[in-house]
C-alpha cells in the first residue's frame, strides 16, 4: 500500500474496560479499522491518567486498576479516516477523539501477508 507524503493521525483515548457487543472497545475500534482496509492502528495501554472525571486510573495504586487509558493510534488518508467516524460516534460514549494532519516519512511492510 502506497500512501501520500501527509495524512491524518487518528487518535482515541478510551478506558480499557470499556466494552462493545461483548468485546473490548479498543478490539471493535481495531477490527473495524482492519474491515475498512485502514493502513493499520495500534493500541497503547497507559500506565496512569484521567480524563473529563478528574478521576486517576494507575497501576500505581495499591488495588491495579482495571480501567487503565486506552490509546488507539491510526493514520492514513483523510478520505480512509472518515470511513470509520460514524463507527466511532456510535460506539465511543465516553472518550476523545482528535485528528490532526501529520507528514508520513515512510510506511512499507513485508509482502508475506498472514
Known amino acids: 500500500m502506497k500512501l501520500p507524503e501527509t495524512g491524518i493521525l487518528l487518535r482515541i ?3 480499557e474496560s470499556d466494552s462493545y457487543k461483548g468485546h473490548t472497545l479498543y478490539e471493535a475500534i481495531v477490527s473495524r479499522a482492519r474491515e475498512l482496509h485502514l493502513a493499520g492502528a495500534t493500541v497503547i495501554r497507559g500506565i496512569m491518567g484521567f480524563g473529563a472525571s478528574s478521576r486517576i486510573h494507575s497501576t500505581k495504586l ?3 486498576s482495571e480501567d487503565l487509558p486506552i490509546i488507539i ?3 492514513d488518508t483523510e478520505e480512509k479516516i472518515d470511513l470509520l467516524m460514524p463507527f466511532l460516534d456510535d460506539v465511543v460514549k465516553e472518550g476523545l477523539i482528535t485528528k ?3 507528514n508520513i516519512i515512510k510506511y512499507i511492510h513485508n509482502k508475506k501477508i498472514s
Request: proline share 0%.
Open 13 to 15: 483515548f478510551i478506558g
Open 62 to 64: 495499591l488495588t491495579l
Open 73 to 75: 493510534e491510526i493514520v
Open 100 to 102: 490532526e494532519k501529520v
